[in-house]
């Protein structure tokens, strides 16, 4: 099943932190989160793994709360390059594929 | 080594006709990916490979989709008597060896079925 990802679009300007967040109605083995542009392939974010183990950029943070089964991407201090297409990517313990939430489209404007 | 790529970038074919999609990950990646992507949707996994084993298949994937690796290193996506409703962005990525992996993506295949 599809994560559900919140809220669907927040407008930010520089500066603004923003949240978002990514709910699954399953146990997770792991999270991934992706940006995505207009036109453009979706890029490696972050991933974070079930037992604590996490990888990924180093201005943007993330939390996974297995229990839950929940995901936040954390963006601080954004910026105009920030602006894009989130999408969190869910694996369960038994399967290899990830399943995508719709996106949480977010603009960053001056 | 310049990242995945795909092949074509756009492709405009008539209802009923057969397309065929190539992606060639990057180069020491054993895990390969195809999802299809709709406007406003996130991507949807079709399938996937390790090496040359296909290890999943969505049950979305009708019998018209097949998807091969051989050798375990380029791979292709066929699309065979195409309807309107596969026109899409098909995106292939790649990742090293495992589920902890992050996956690259490539730019993608446009369909549009005509």
């Known amino acids: 099943q599809q994560p559900v990802q919140s809220p669907q679009a927040v407008i930010l300007r520089e500066g603004e932190d923003a949240v978002i967040n990514c709910s699954s109605s399953?146990?997770?083995?792991?999270v991934h989160w992706y940006r995505q542009k207009h036109g453009e392939a979706p890029v490696f974010l972050m991933i974070?793994?079930?037992?604590?183990e996490q990888k990924g950029h180093d201005k943007i943070s993330a939390s996974f709360n297995e229990k839950k089964q929940q995901s936040s991407l954390y963006l601080t201090a954004s910026q105009l390059s920030y602006s894009g297409t989130y999408f969190c990517?869910?694996?369960?313990?038994?399967?290899?594929?990830?399943?995508f939430g719709d996106g949480t489209t977010l603009t960053v404007k001056p | 080594d310049t990242g995945v790529s795909q092949d074509p970038r756009h492709k405009i074919t008539k209802r009923g006709q057969n397309v065929t999609f190539r992606c060639d990950p990057i180069?020491?990646?054993?895990?390969l990916y195809w999802y299809r992507q709709t406007l406003g949707q996130g991507p949807e996994f079709l399938t996937y490979?390790?090496?040359?084993?296909?290890?999943?298949k969505s049950r979305l994937l009708s019998d018209r989709f097949s998807a091969e690796r051989p050798k375990g290193s380029f791979s292709t996506l066929e699309i065979q008597r195409t309807e309107q409703g596969d026109s899409a962005m098909y995106l292939c990525?790649?990742?090293?060896?495992?589920?902890?992996?992050?996956?690259?993506f490539g730019p993608g295949t446009r369909l549009t079925v005509t």
């Open positions: 990525a790649s990742s090293w060896d495992s589920r902890r992996d992050e996956q690259y």
């Open positions: 990517g869910t694996e369960s313990p038994s399967a290899g594929k990830s399943t």
């Open positions: 974070l793994l079930k037992g604590g």
């Open positions: 490979f390790q090496n040359e084993a296909q290890l999943e």
């Open positions: 180069s020491e990646h054993n895990r």
């Open positions: 399953k146990a997770l083995y792991s």
